[in-house]
């Protein structure tokens, strides 16, 4: 019975471990969009300087929290968001709030592969 | 490559932890899922380690998993014999009293030429000289000779024979085993005074392998 429950505790481990995981970068994701939600009001509302400041601090938010996205997602994905907020932080056009769009569905997006949905496991 | 190379270390710790928490069969005597256990671990370990833009996690998790589930179903089958039905099958008499079950090996799937080839590689080359044989759940064929076709046994012959016993390698590579030592029933004192009958001294044994009743085969070191 030893094995079993060696079985059943790595299983159990395993699962809650995983679980925890998405939660957590879920939420992290779900505040970066919030973040970035919040910069595009700005600039629809002609807040341009403001909008710029809220992206550069969600930019450094996220370059903190890159590492540990990086252990549980794809490093190409976490690159590729790295990059959108770069690109973000340097915008001076019209395609600001494109942009945001872009990366908000970037960030939900790759929140979202991770939860137990069944269209995610199908 | 640094990466690469850590990833392999990692990797290789948890398939040999996994494969040892497993169990001691060889890969020709695994039940078919253990089989599949066997090559899916070492597949999913195989992509984080050439990939380095995978998470380490997307082949540890996979490799937890699938360990947990075949320790589970392992004691569930050694526990409930419908489960261990369900997961290993049963085996299946091929050959019964001399004769071939055709319906047992449409079942099976084994042609007649596939049966032949299973009895020749267990040096049986003439069906009449079989009783019975059993395809076992792993894919082995059993084979019961008849007594006739068969050597015969010191008892058939009425001849008292010695019982053989177990020999326990005491001294390997020079170091002494101890727990081998007490298992054959001696103890260290008993040890010097045979390397001393012989000459030898511990380091210079390569293999000295004991019995209970004070048999014993040594192979000295070679250079």
Known sequence: MRHF???????VLTAALCLLGSESLHGRAEQLCDNVCLAKSEWEAGRTQAAKEVICRTESDWQAQ???FSALWNHE???????????????????FPALCDRLMLELTRRAELERPYWHNIL | MVITLIRTVVLYGVLIFAVRLMGK????????????????????AAAPMQENTLPLVTGLVPICTVLGLELILAVLSLKSIPVRRLLCGSPL????????DQRAL??????????????REKDVFDLKAIRHAVLETDGELSVLRRAEYGPPSARAMGVQV?????????????KVQKKELARAGFDELWLQRELKALGLSQKDVFLFAADPRGGSLVIKKEG
Do not use: W
Request: glycine share 6%; net charge negative; charged share 25%.
């Open chain 2, 162 to 174: 010695q019982q053989a016993e177990l020999c326990y390698a005491v001294i390997s590579d020079g």
């Open chain 2, 106 to 119: 449409k079942m099976s799937r084994v042609s007649m030429d596939e049966l032949l080839q299973k009895l």
């Open chain 1, 66 to 68: 890159a590492r540990l």
């Open chain 2, 93 to 100: 008499l091929l050959i019964r009293d001399g004769k071939v």
């Open chain 2, 25 to 44: 069969r060889q890969v020709g005597e695994m039940e078919p899922a253990e089989f599949v256990v066997t090559m899916l671990v070492a597949n999913l």
């Open chain 1, 5 to 11: 429950y060696i079985g059943l505790a790595a299983l």
């Open chain 1, 77 to 95: 994905a976490v690159l590729q968001i790295s990059l959108a907020f770069r690109e973000l932080a340097n915008s001076k056009g019209q395609d």
